[in-house]
């Protein structure tokens, strides 16, 4: 079988995805360890017998609605390649929301040239953590997660990309964390446990323990939204990323804590996305 007659195969992907030919074509990458710009450049090369059923095995995954992202071990983050598995979230695009409103809170304010002390909690596989210290060397950043494999994950990324001045730790939200921070950023768990997308596509595979919140999916940001203002320096920022659809009631849960300047953003698609508030008292 040639390349370009393995890229057809990607007709069995329609059902489950909306990118079935650029799904086919990472998968035949992945066997065969090249770039996709060589299955452009050499259509008529032919595929071992090894490769070819390599090949079928991850498209046999992908068509029971795996996501690419597992099967493949990594997931473009940012400008980062972030190490992937299923003891925690899949980074998504909306996330870099939340990366660039942090970056964008400290520039030509007073602090700008000194290092913020920063904190990541539900860091997953590090991502938002990772992404923050890839633009900001000299920032002290620490994450947190519950799941003791997530923690480990984001280890490995740290290490991989050669980001020192990244710790990880494992425990629940700020427990772990000591002394002040003049930034807290985090993406909870914030889906209602019984919303009918968690049933639906990508996220049947990711963990419960990375996606679902009580109380409508606010429990998680409420917590910590009432546990921050004990580790946040005076003007310091707590931000989250949330539900398309829970921007007034965080915002409310911030205004109700005494937290000032609460604003939300939105994300690519214009949808809230993202809600932050400044600790004054
Ligand atoms: C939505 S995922 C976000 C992962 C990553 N920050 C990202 O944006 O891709 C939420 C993360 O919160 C973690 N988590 C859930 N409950 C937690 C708790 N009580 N304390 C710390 N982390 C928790 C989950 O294990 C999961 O990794």
Not at 8 to 17: F, G, R
Not at 29 to 41: D, E, F, Q, R
């Amino acid at each position: 079988m040639q390349i370009a007659e393995a890229i057809l195969y990607s007709k069995q992907l329609e059902e489950v995805s909306d990118s079935s030919r650029l799904d086919a074509e990472l998968l035949l990458c992945h066997v065969l360890g090249k770039p996709t710009s060589y299955l452009m450049t050499w259509p008529e090369k032919q595929l071992l017998m090894s490769e070819q059923q390599q090949f079928f095995a991850l498209m046999a995954r992908r068509s029971k609605g795996e996501p690419i992202a597992y099967i493949l071990g990594t997931q473009a983050f940012w400008t980062l390649d972030i190490e992937v598995s299923t003891d925690t979230l899949i980074p998504r695009a909306d996330t870099e929301v939340l990366v660039e409103t942090a970056l964008s809170l400290f520039v030509n304010t007073p602090f700008s040239n000194r290092s913020l002390r920063v904190a990541d909690l539900g860091t997953g596989t590090g991502a938002i953590a990772l992404a923050l210290a890839s633009e900001r060397p000299a920032w002290e950043i620490w994450g947190c997660d519950r799941i003791d494999a997530a923690v480990t994950l984001a280890q490995r990324n740290q290490k991989r990309l050669g980001l020192a001045q990244v710790s990880f730790v494992q425990g629940s939200w700020l427990e772990p964390l000591s002394g002040l921070f003049d930034m807290i950023v985090s993406n909870p768990p914030y889906i209602d446990p019984m919303d009918e997308h968690l049933d639906q596509g990508d996220v049947r595979f990711e963990p419960r323990s990375a996606l679902v919140a009580d109380d409508e999916g606010l429990s998680d940001i409420r917590h910590i939204i009432s546990a921050a203002a004990e580790y946040l320096m005076v003007n310091g920022w707590l931000l989250f990323e949330h539900g398309y659809q829970q921007g007034a009631a965080v915002r409310q849960l911030f205004s109700e804590q005494g937290y000032e300047q609460v604003s939300t953003c939105q994300d690519y698609a214009g949808n809230d996305r993202v809600t932050l508030g400044c600790w004054i008292k």
